[in-house]
């Protein structure tokens, strides 16, 4: 896996708290056996007037001709919660997104987006209204990500966020998370000759 | 220095510690159908190992019908994931309980029937009512693909110790209130997300009370309050339950292990990041009005208004929830009529909720326009509801008796709503879509999702 460090792109607002994974990719689009092709149902029931996905519901903004080739989505509190399925993140990465920026995030989906090198970014509301206000008021608005100095810049504006140490350098580095655990295996190996009996 | 649960558990799975992450040892792993087939595809492509089979077991729940044993009944798409996952089990050595097997079921039904839940063990699945095992004193949580696929390879997890939550649910609980009224009542209280970033301790009198099957309806709920895990401490109600199940330890082992679960509680004085008190005894039937669970009431009440929200996220959801369940504020809950009920998922599908819903059914006849089906949770439990009679109870009162299976709950099977139907569900998600596009969830217990059965709409279960 490649690492992130710095993005730049324009933003698509999704101004609505509680999005749940349910609407990020419905569970008819949870059969198949591989991680690739879920960008096309990204947002189904919001995006599509039909079951078919034939027709565009162009009410919803990621449809708007404005927002077209957006990299960056925007939301607001508690966006990703609900079911476990990694194959939310793996349909927002598959449309192009590479960062959301939300006021908070449903812990599983948080973990889910940093283990697809996703980058989920939480600001306050305060600053998240700047951020809404700015990309409706100008679409193209340029907004750039730098992860290594945690910062969020675009127009005259620029905020700090908080992310886990841990979580920034697997972003940064990339690593491959299996590999790096498979080179404890004494540790794990010692951790299993010490269990409790019935547990081993 | 006086410990929780939560620390106890943690500091007795610790491999490892990396920084702010520890190293976490998994003692169970639980996996199916929908979430595990990339996990095992990564696996294959670097041509790693499952570390320890003997530790995973496998079900098929999610994408089977509960009409038909057979693995085609719900098209070529689902037949294909199931058919992996009985492939890659067979490859990895992986015991799979297929569709048709006599210990088959929902995933978070069978883990606990079979005896494979111990008090004290860490417990994952790639699905997020996982903390259903929490009611073993067990942490367990729903992880993602990328983590099922680090379970499998390392039996590991990397992970960063979350907050704690105590919630204490103090006094007796009134005649005609359950478990589900309990849980959707503490996430009324805190709200959808209002243990994101928390696990929960459910502690007090009436959860003590509760018996297992109770215990992990609340537990299951866990995530619906954002929590990532919930857990009650375990009791003699508890190794009662899992004594001579099939999967348990037994003869020597099973003292040993008695004598460490015995010390799997809280201490006194251990120090939690946020304390929830409840009474018991203000619990009334609940009934979700809106689009997330967290958006419930008592079935006594009316629909609220938005205006009646001073959180301005609350009544932004309110307005947005009303709209697309087409209710207006003021009307009574018992006023709105369901043309679908559903009694079954993770859940709510186990022998008491049956009896529980059975007791209701006896007194009526599914009403006219309603479609009502029953899935049990899983082979055993359909079996000891046959022996029991229950399922003539539920057909000759009009009701469906189905397979065992995740069904309507989420309907990634044939189990699905049109839109605009609206359900009476013992689920746990009201989500926009979940049981259907443009279908109307209102999740309850087993017994109030029989009382709107039979009169075909809400109806107080204590007034039958």
């Not at chain 2, 492939?87 to 210990?103: D, T, Y």
Request: proline residues 4%; contains cysteine.
């Amino acid at each position: 896996m490649t690492g992130f460090t710095t993005h730049l792109g324009t933003a698509a607002p999704l101004d609505q708290a509680n999005v749940d994974t349910d609407q990020i990719i419905p569970k008819q689009f949870l059969k198949g056996v591989t991680r690739t092709g879920y960008g096309k149902h990204l947002f189904h029931d919001w995006r599509y007037l039909d079951l078919h996905e034939q027709e565009l519901n162009p009410e919803f903004s990621l449809n708007k001709p404005e927002y077209q080739g957006a990299s960056i989505l925007l939301a607001r509190e508690n966006f990703g919660c609900g079911s476990s399925r990694e194959h939310a993140p793996w349909a927002l990465d598959d449309f192009g997104f590479s960062v959301v920026i939300a006021t908070s995030f449903a812990d599983i989906f948080y973990g889910n987006c940093i283990n697809n090198q996703l980058l989920p970014i939480s600001l306050p509301n305060s600053e998240m209204d700047v951020l809404f206000n700015a990309v409706k008021e100008n679409p193209e608005t340029q907004i750039y990500i730098d992860l290594p100095n945690q910062k969020v810049k675009f127009a005259d504006s620029e905020f700090q966020f908080d992310i886990a140490e841990h979580h920034k350098s697997n972003l940064i580095k990339g690593l491959d998370a299996i590999g790096q655990t498979l080179e404890l295996d004494d540790k794990i190996l010692q951790y299993e000759e010490n269990a409790l009996t019935w547990l081993r | 220095m006086a410990k929780s649960l939560y620390d106890k558990i943690w500091q007795a799975h610790v491999v490892d510690q990396l920084g702010d992450d520890s190293l976490i040892y998994i003692d169970r792993h639980l996996i199916h159908e929908v979430t595990s087939p990339q996990a095992f595809s990564g696996l294959n492509e670097k041509g790693r190992k499952v570390r320890r089979p003997e530790k995973t077991f496998a079900t098929m729940d999610h994408s089977i019908s509960t009409r038909s044993l057979a693995i085609d009944a719900c098209g070529p798409e689902n037949q294909l994931q199931l058919q992996t996952l009985a492939n890659n089990c067979k490859e990895h050595g992986i015991e799979l309980f297929p569709v048709g097997h006599q210990k088959q079921g929902i995933v978070h039904v069978i883990g606990p029937e079979l005896g494979l839940i111990l008090p004290g063990m860490t417990v994952v699945c790639g699905d997020s009512h996982t903390a259903t095992h929490g009611a073993f004193g067990a942490l367990a949580f729903g992880i993602g693909t990328s983590q099922v696929e680090h379970v499998f390879a390392t039996q590991t997890l990397k992970q960063s110790k979350a907050k704690s939550m105590l919630i204490n649910v103090d006094g007796k609980l009134p005649v005609g209130i359950t478990a589900k009224d309990i849980i959707l009542a503490i996430i009324g209280k805190i709200g959808h997300a209002g243990a994101t970033g928390y696990v929960i301790e459910y502690a007090g009198e009436a959860i003590r009370n509760l018996s297992m099957e109770e215990r992990m309806t609340i537990c299951n709920m866990s995530i619906e309050a954002g929590a990532k895990a919930g857990f009650i401490a375990p009791d003699d109600t508890t190794f009662e339950y899992i004594k001579g199940r099939e999967y348990a330890p037994s003869g020597e082992s099973w003292e040993k292990a008695i004598a460490y679960w015995k010390t799997l509680h809280s201490d006194d004085g251990a120090q939690f990041d946020m304390v929830v008190e409840l009474a018991a005894q203000d619990i009334t039937p609940q009934i979700t009005w809106g689009t997330n669970p967290g958006q419930v009431t008592g079935v006594t009440n009316t629909v609220p208004a938005p205006e009646d929200f001073s959180d301005p996220i609350d009544r932004e959801s309110a307005i947005k929830a009303l709209a697309y369940m087409d209710l207006k504020p003021g009307t009574k809950l018992t006023d709105i009529s369901v043309n679908n009920v559903f009694i079954g998922s993770c859940t709510n599908s186990r022998i008491e909720d049956l009896r529980a819903a059975a007791v209701i059914a006896k007194k009526g006849k599914v009403a006219k326009g309603v479609t009502a089906i029953v899935v049990p949770g899983s082979v055993t439990v359909k079996k000891q509801a046959e022996d029991e009679n229950l399922h003539q109870i539920f057909i000759d009162a009009g009701f469906e008796w189905r397979l065992p299976g995740c069904s309507m709950c989420l309907g990634m099977n044939d189990d699905i709503l049109k839109a605009g139907d609206r359900c009476a569900s013992t689920s746990n998600r009201n989500f926009e879509g979940r049981q259907g596009r443009g279908a109307r969830t209102h999740l309850v217990s087993p017994a109030m999702a029989a009382a709107a059965a039979i009169t075909g709409h809400f109806t107080d279960v204590r007034d039958l």
